[in-house]
């Protein structure tokens, strides 16, 4: 094995004719190194991984890059919502150390490929934690009530599997890199990657019979009861150092596939095979659902052996190209520092002076939390699985991806990936356009690994390409979309959409969540007028402009509430404005109620607040819906928490609320409200975010609040204008441009805007526009502690909206 110095020396050397052979991203990190070795950690040291692994966040700590393929984490549950990326703070045992984690959702898959050490005989079970496991209380949660649905609870006892009990004083993460002690058997585990390939390192501290198991099985589970939904399997031992191979399962992704190839440092002394339960063999290939190995080494005391993992949704075959193209050595600690340059850069797009370090380590985490997914999908090669399970080749110079939780990020984390990973956006966007020629589901709703979840409501992938086409993105294909858009907008019987283009509304006793589809569908047809723009159907975006006012059939201009309506008009009765239904067949909402929901208006603001009475009066419901009673019926969803009266932070129908003070003239409201939920719903604690991050959305909405700025309406490619939670903050934009942020005075007390300047000039506009921003320049705000209630109130300068006739 080299040392890392050799390693770096040799790389080093390399890089004077192009670093050639090497994969680009770890060529650029370890030349940033220079000669002197390991590199300072202007940025990663700030980050926390194990923020939001408690809770509801649903992160998980392990080993990953920027956006990777692997992500190699430890396993502590894999059968609780809580566990959703199999890791929760409050466990006290690890089942292992798998290869692909979700982060941050509220469903679970994947945790593909398990591998663990031990020592002794081999058990084929990973056995049941020491004390049950239920779901966890979060400081963001509101008290549920007296018959709400009971807490699955995990089973626990009987015989002791491979499952290893450890403390966090044994534990230690950062950006691209894990360790934790195995007290029980003496094994350090260390874990680190690089895009497509994870790396572990396990150290015996004792010499004696020891063994590394990989168990083809595991996998997410719906529940304690259920088995893991493998439907097949199939590994190929190679030679005494390899195994390869791979399986489908039918989990939240239905029939999705996964393979993988693994080398170990040195050659295993005998392995075993376990098919279905059967007693261990020695055979070479195995089938099945339940298929488990075990590699045998006599370890030396102190003894390392490395592992390595490729990753493929192709073949095995390409997930062994991967594996050779990132790994073909064995330098643990250069692949470590290669991972954990590769996050020094991307973070050092976000340079901040933040008002105290707790504010730091929350930024640059939540920084890393949106730097995670949409995750890398394609091989070395180019090679990808499609939408249509078929093995498509990419374009040169593009990637594919895969975890696109397009409900909850088309409405922060996109906008952040327009300001700092503008190179990325035109491949992402071309990515959801392929996916909507090849999937027989149509156009994205919530894609992964090569499958259509159809989780959540609307299509949110046309947001994503709208507000692309608005900031004026070169490069993607909108010729291509638009056919699978269009019909998905205007011919498709999908989930209501006909009743929605027949009626302008979808009636609550034909369709469930009726009220949010309704709304969700509007903005949706908002985002399909821009992508008609862009390929010059003007007929249709005028259409379409006026069928995204069809949120007006759902609101009761007498109650100033959203409501369900029934198929003959009328409205759907009992009402209650908390509630999730009006009957117990099915929800009104998603993931919401009518409080929420009402708010859900993001691109026809002006109009709306005509609707309500004009502008005290929306400021008023606005008032009342953050001053209201936090109480929520037996039957709400978990996902609704962070609750500041009946407004939800921890839930992304809310996101967007309190900025909307800002088009009904007080703006110093949006100010007051969203610096107290960026210093109260979140914290650098493992419980430290308000609900699940929902693939980096929750940290997205952070960031951006904390710049002062934030995307009420992505489409209209604008920016609303808030009060900077950082002292200052440059910004890496393209073409090597760059913002400036500053808030002057800015304090705890001092959270005020008084007034703001644009490149030196003052800029009397509580809004200011993508282009503006992309060309560079210098925002100063000047912070104090009352508002100032001249700034931003005039019809002129409020955010504009939406405008169309009639």
């Not at 050799?6 to 050639?20: D, I, P, Q, R």
């Not at 991972?339 to 920084?367: C, G, P, V």
Request: proline content about 6%; some cysteine; glycine content about 8%.
């Amino acid at each position: 094995m080299s040392s890392r110095r050799a390693f770096l020396k040799t790389s080093l050397l390399a890089g004077a004719v192009g670093l050639a052979g090497m994969p680009r991203w770890r060529a650029d990190a370890l030349a940033a190194l220079g000669a002197g070795g390991k590199a300072p950690r202007q940025f990663t040291r700030h980050v926390d991984v194990f923020i939001g692994t408690g809770g509801h966040g649903h992160t998980y700590p392990g080993a990953t890059m920027p956006f990777g393929m692997v992500q190699l984490s430890p396993d502590t549950y894999n059968a609780l919502w809580d566990q959703s990326s199999g890791y929760h703070q409050d466990d006290g045992s690890i089942m292992g150390f798998s290869h692909t984690h979700l982060t941050g959702t509220g469903c679970g898959d994947l945790l593909d490929f398990l591998v663990m050490p031990n020592v002794g005989e081999v058990k084929t079970e990973p056995g049941n934690p020491d004390h049950p496991i239920t779901r966890y209380a979060s400081r963001f949660d509101t008290p549920r009530p007296a018959g709400a649905e009971p807490d699955a609870v995990s089973p626990t006892g009987g015989p002791k599997g491979y499952r290893a009990a450890f403390t966090h004083a044994d534990e230690s993460a950062e950006p691209g890199y894990y360790r934790v002690l195995l007290r029980d058997r003496a094994v350090t585990a260390e874990l680190t990657a690089t895009a497509r390939v994870g790396v572990h390192r396990y150290t015996f501290a004792n010499a004696g019979d020891s063994h590394i198991l990989v168990d083809l099985f595991h996998a997410m589970q719906d529940n304690p009861s259920t088995p893991p939904p493998v439907t097949s399997a199939d590994l190929a031992v190679v030679g005494n150092d390899t195994f390869t191979g791979g399986r489908i399962v039918q989990s939240w992704a239905k029939g999705r596939h996964v393979y993988f190839a693994l080398k170990f440092s040195r050659p295993f002394d005998r392995c075993e095979v376990f098919v279905d339960d059967a007693a261990g063999s020695a055979v070479k290939t195995a089938h099945g659902k339940k298929i488990k190995c075990a590699a045998h080494f006599k370890a030396k005391a102190g003894e390392q052996i490395l592992v390595k993992v490729g990753l493929s949704a192709v073949s095995a075959e390409g997930a062994l190209a991967n594996l050779n193209a990132e790994m073909p050595g064995w330098d643990f600690d250069g692949t470590r520092e290669a991972a954990s340059m590769a996050w020094e850069r991307e973070l050092s797009r976000l340079k901040i002076d933040a008002i105290n370090e707790r504010h730091q380590r929350i930024f640059y985490t939540a920084f890393y939390h949106s730097l995670i997914a949409p995750t890398l999908f394609g091989d070395v090669d180019g090679k990808y699985r499609g939408m249509d399970l078929e093995i498509h080749q990419l374009p040169a110079g593009a990637q594919t991806y895969t975890e696109y939780s397009l409900w909850d990020t088309y409405r922060a984390l996109h906008p952040l990936f327009t300001l700092v990973q503008p190179h990325r956006v035109p491949d992402l966007c071309n990515d959801l356009i392929r996916m909507a020629a090849q999937s027989p589901a149509g156009p994205p709703v919530w894609p992964l690994y090569a499958r259509e979840t159809g989780t959540m409501t609307g299509y949110h992938s046309a947001p994503v390409l709208a507000e692309a086409h608005a900031k004026g993105f070169k490069g993607i294909d909108f010729e291509a979309a638009w056919p699978s858009f269009r019909k998905r907008a205007m011919d498709d019987d999908y989930r209501g959409l006909k009743f929605y283009r027949d009626l302008g509304f979808i009636p609550a006793d034909k369709i469930d969540e009726s009220v949010s589809k309704t709304l969700e569908y509007a903005y949706d047809d908002w985002a399909m007028a821009e992508l008609a723009h862009a390929v010059g159907k003007e007929d249709e975006r005028t259409a379409l402009m006026k069928r995204s006012r069809n949120y007006r059939h759902v609101f009761d201009k007498s109650k100033t509430f959203v409501r369900p309506k029934l198929a003959d008009g009328s409205w759907a009765e009992p009402f209650d404005p908390r509630g999730m239904g009006h009957s117990k067949k099915w929800r009104d909402f998603t993931e919401s109620n009518a409080w929420q929901a009402t708010f859900l208006n993001q691109h026809d603001l002006h109009a709306y607040i005509q609707d309500f009475g004009g502008d005290e009066a929306f400021v008023a419901k606005l008032d009342a819906l953050f001053n209201s009673s936090p109480e929520l019926p037996a039957d709400a969803p978990p996902d609704i928490a962070g609750m500041v009266g009946q407004y939800a932070h921890g839930n992304e129908p809310s996101h967007h609320v309190a900025w909307l003070y800002a088009y009904a003239g007080q703006p110093w409201k949006t100010q007051h409200r969203v610096r107290w939920l960026l210093d109260n719903m979140y914290d650098d604690k493992p419980d430290g975010e308000a609900g699940n991050d929902d693939c980096g959305q929750v940290s997205a909405w952070y960031l951006l609040s904390s710049l002062g700025l934030y995307a009420v309406d992505p489409v209209s490619a604008n920016y609303v204008l808030g009060s900077p939670l950082v002292h200052r903050a440059e910004v890496e934009l393209a073409d090597g441009k760059k913002l400036v942020v500053e808030a002057k005075g800015n304090s705890p007390q001092n959270i005020y805007v008084q007034s703001v300047s644009w490149n030196g000039k003052p800029h009397d506009r509580n809004w200011i526009s993508h282009a503006e921003i992309a060309a560079g320049g210098s925002l100063v705000f000047t912070l104090g502690p009352k508002p100032n209630k001249a700034f931003g109130v005039s019809p002129t300068a409020r955010p504009p909206s939406m405008k169309l006739e009639g």
